[in-house]
């Protein structure tokens, strides 16, 4: 481990809270968190299944037609261009097919006989704390292949701004830890969080859109574990009984009635501890979790989750695409960069891939991060060479990589950023406004749409066996 890697997240928690509320004003560094720090193995422990239960089906809620994606053709591109095999999307690149496990599930839920769910996990650091980025992309994904519901969500706040589109949470009662805040190795379940709750513990889920169906629970069942009253607009809607001879990473669901507004848990019993939640609907469509970590580097994935229950929390879930967007906090040690990043960020993904051996990776860049020199703005150096390592590191390793850095334009766009009015990003050069963030969400889902038409393209069944009596054509590729 690098011994001149800071020992403390130095990120201005504040500073983001504010920045959200709109308020500019200077910061000059942040830091990320200390992947020299010790990290102790706490326990290990494996998932148990519970089923769903079968509800009335609800209609898909549309998404604003402002957040709709101006242009997946940019920069010239036209939709014939994406008809063309050959096209290579300019700021996605997947020259083996690294995605194409993620474009079968879409293609599956689209058009093929046996539709199931599509689920994204993205892992990022303090936008992706407040949904900024995932939400819209989350919308603009869900409007194109159909609303799952809202996915994987924390049960409290362990920071301020903590957010997530369509969801309002507040928690009081519980001890939070984080994979940051504590920087050690120890069982966070999906999130990256435990949250510990003696009896009188309380948890209230605001829905904006009423057509969740059920909720999943992530807890640890252990010993003398208590129970989780799940209550539905004030009444009883189920309870999840922690208590098990030995210590598991469990899941249990809760049906929710039809039009569920509000969903309260309380602790009951004894202590229980809670990983957080997951809201779906009884219905086909695409979910996109949410998993930012204020202050997170590719360290709490490589050193901080605990590899077999991250694991275990992983398949449990069962992405067809796991998003990994680190760096911003990163580039604030050059050194680090040189010597430590690029094993780093191999670790990282070799754990998702023992996880998730079929699933789809995608390394996602980080956005360009803007540093003053008196009255100049210019890129942080490390952030182009975070890139070319996550680039190069994408190719070795099988996964696909998104360029966030050049499609939001390259060195010195966060200064262009600052400069408009209103500005794109905060006064501490790192955080976009919601406005900035729609534009990256729209970059990301642009690129993605570009790479599901290719696949479609080069994935279309044979014409000789369409055109069979004896032999009924369906799509290639769909497993």
Request: net charge negative.
């Amino acid at each position: 481990m690098p011994s001149n890697f800071p020992t403390q997240t130095l990120l201005a928690t504040a500073t983001f809270g504010v920045i959200l509320l709109g308020v500019h004003y200077g910061l000059d560094r942040t830091k990320g968190i200390d992947p020299a720090s010790t990290l102790r193995p706490i326990g290990q422990f494996q998932f148990t299944r519970a089923s769903f239960v079968p509800v009335v089906r609800v209609p898909i809620p549309q998404v604003p037609a402002t957040l709709a994606v101006p242009d997946p053709f940019a920069h010239g591109r036209t939709a014939a261009d994406a008809a063309n095999s050959t096209l290579q999307s300019e700021f996605l690149i997947d020259d083996n097919g690294a995605l194409d496990h993620f474009y079968a599930a879409l293609r599956n839920l689209s058009t093929g006989p046996n539709k199931r769910d599509v689920r994204i996990v993205h892992y990022g650091d303090s936008p992706t704390t407040a949904d900024l980025i995932t939400g819209d992309a989350r919308d603009l994904l869900q409007e194109r292949f159909g609303n799952a519901g809202p996915g994987f969500i924390l049960i409290a706040k362990p920071w301020a701004w903590y957010g997530h589109h369509g969801v309002e949470v507040s928690g009081d009662g519980w001890k939070i830890d984080t994979a940051v805040g504590s920087m050690r190795e120890a069982d966070y379940g999906l999130g990256g969080a435990i949250f510990t709750g003696p009896v009188g513990a309380t948890s209230t889920i605001h829905l904006s859109a009423h057509d969740s169906t059920s909720i999943e629970v992530e807890y640890l069942a252990e010993p003398n574990g208590g129970n989780l009253e799940v209550i539905a607009d004030g009444a009883p809607a189920g309870t999840v009984q922690t208590a098990a001879e030995t210590r598991q990473n469990a899941a249990a669901s809760v049906p929710l009635p039809l039009g569920t507004k509000k969903v309260e848990l309380h602790v009951t019993g004894s202590t229980v501890q809670l990983f957080g939640v997951a809201f779906s609907r009884d219905n086909p469509g695409l979910t996109y979790d949410s998993i930012g970590l204020n202050g997170a580097s590719t360290t709490v994935m490589s050193r901080a989750f605990n590899p077999v229950t991250f694991a275990v929390s992983l398949a449990h879930r069962n992405p067809d695409l796991v998003v990994i967007n680190y760096g911003t906090n990163e580039s604030s040690f050059p050194a680090y960069v040189e010597k430590q990043y690029e094993p780093e960020l191999i670790r990282a993904i070799g754990r998702v891939r023992s996880a998730l051996p079929n699933a789809s990776i995608l390394i996602m860049s980080p956005m360009d991060r803007g540093e003053r020199s008196g009255d100049q703005i210019s890129t942080m150096r490390a952030i182009p060479e975070i890139v070319a390592i996550q680039q190069r590191v994408a190719q070795q390793t099988g996964c696909g990589f998104f360029n966030t850095y050049q499609a939001m334009g390259g060195s010195g766009t966060m200064a262009r950023w600052y400069d408009r009015h209103p500005a794109m990003v905060g006064a501490d050069l790192i955080h976009p406004s919601p406005q900035g963030a729609r534009i990256i969400a729209q970059l990301l889902t642009g690129q993605l749409l570009i790479g599901y038409e290719r696949y479609m393209q080069n994935h279309q069944p044979s014409p000789t066996l369409a055109a069979s009596p004896t032999q009924p054509s369906k799509p290639m590729g769909v497993q």
